[in-house]
């Protein structure tokens, strides 16, 4: 029954969630070491987890020096974070951060220790590195916003910092030990005197030294300390969570866009003024109707907004049509052709896809375009990275049109016996 109690408590408090454990081993029932919907109901968003095992027999995808060749392409988001411990003994450490990308001499004479290479969204450069995210299907894609890899040499650290969304910290190679603030109202200042967002002050409750296949839980708003005790690499599957600034900028921006210039504030029912200088009860009804005109309680529009911002926020890169005498943009006939001979359709890694029933049917949401359909096809499409001759023949006509159009903005690359078309 005592159980069943603090079961029950903590849907309603992250306070009282003190009893659940903090630790699980995750080898019969990975990632989590739960099913998911205790995870979500006891841990999501109120309390950190260490996860055992999360990944049994983990062996990275990719190694330290792809991570390095990564960091040099041109487009990716990399940076370097050094960490000078404080010379002489008692002085305030120092850091250093340097943005790539960078050029591939620089990295033989970096030095043995202190130092941390960061590469956010690899899984749009790697498959293998966007297959784990398969793992994490619990939750809304739409939610989940790259996985970015660090490199660590021994020592190497970004600081304690914390994060304003939820992260599974995933040990690829190596060992990382972490520490974590879990009380209840832990110090956020950050400090002034480096480029950073660190923690002013940092007074950890958890250790862990985290090996190959476990993985840290940590909701928003958690202190978090990592520093390499070897040379590691670790993973990190971050959320996207915009600010209520964020949303309210947005869908403000996307009110007075739409919003028809004829709709203005007026009052027929004007009376002679009492007091000329007074914004009276009856000025701030009419502005609220001139306000209430514009449909921002319409959940309707409001969901057509969510689904235009959702899958174009926080995204890096951007998808481009080729040009127009790319073979991509043949005709019609010649690629279902294909299609129905073994050629596929794989979807660029920076488009972004969500659905939403609507009034009517469906709405197909892709890096901030609406597309109507029905919604069997705006859920096939959504959910596929890839789209063979199979699957293209399920969808009615408007679903076919859709891939097509998609296809000639750059959505999609034509895939034929594992070779793509040039």
């Not at 009492?274 to 969901?303: C, F, S």
């Not at 005498?325 to 294909?338: F, G, K, L, P, T």
């Amino acid at each position: 029954m005592a159980r069943q109690k603090t079961r029950q408590s903590t849907r309603s408090s992250a306070k009282k969630t003190a009893t659940l454990p903090i630790e699980v081993d995750a080898s019969t029932l990975p990632p989590l070491g739960m099913p998911a919907a205790q995870f979500l109901r006891d841990y999501w968003q109120k309390k950190p987890l260490l996860i055992r095992n999360a990944f049994p027999d983990f062996e990275s995808p990719i190694q330290p020096e792809d991570l390095a060749g990564l960091a040099c392409e041109e487009g990716t988001l990399a940076r370097i974070v050094a960490h000078d411990r404080g010379n002489p003994p008692g002085s305030r450490d120092a850091w250093m951060l340097r943005h790539g990308p960078f050029e591939e001499a620089m990295f033989p004479s970096m030095p043995h220790h202190d130092w941390t290479l960061l590469v956010q969204d690899v899984d749009k450069w790697d498959n293998d590195i966007a297959a784990l995210l398969d793992a994490f299907d619990f939750l809304p894609r739409w939610r989940i916003d790259d996985i970015m890899v660090s490199f660590a040499a021994p020592g190497g650290s970004v600081g304690a910092h914390v994060d304003q969304y939820d992260v599974f910290l995933l040990q690829a190679l190596g060992h990382r030990r972490w520490q974590i603030d879990a009380s209840e109202n832990p110090p956020t200042e950050f400090r002034n005197d480096v480029d950073l967002k660190l923690l002013r002050e940092f007074h950890p409750t958890h250790e862990w030294l985290l090996r190959p296949g476990d993985m840290l839980y940590l909701p928003p708003g958690v202190p978090h300390h990592g520093v390499a005790e070897d040379a590691c690499l670790t993973f990190s599957v971050g959320m996207r969570a915009p600010s209520a600034a964020e949303l309210l900028g947005d869908f403000v921006d996307t009110l007075a866009a739409d919003a028809d210039e004829s709709t203005r504030y007026h009052d027929p029912d004007l009376a002679p003024a009492a007091d000329p200088a007074q914004i009276d009860d009856d000025a701030m009804r009419r502005a609220i109707e001139a306000l209430n005109a514009l449909r921002m309680n319409d959940p309707e529009r409001l969901g057509d907004w969510f689904g235009r911002f959702i899958t174009l926020y926080r995204n890096a890169g951007e998808v481009m049509a080729p040009p127009e005498n790319d073979e991509s943009q043949r005709s019609r006939i010649e690629i279902e052709w294909d299609l129905q001979h073994g050629a596929t359709l794989v979807r660029h890694p920076y488009s972004r896809m969500a659905w939403r029933k609507a009034a009517r049917g469906a709405k197909l949401y892709v890096n901030g375009q609406g597309h109507d359909l029905p919604v069997r096809d705006a859920k096939s499409v959504a959910n596929a990275r890839e789209i063979d001759g199979a699957a293209y023949a399920t969808l009615s006509q408007a679903g076919r049109d859709c891939v097509h159009e998609l296809l000639h903005a750059g959505h999609y690359r034509l895939d034929i016996g594992g070779e793509e078309e040039e």
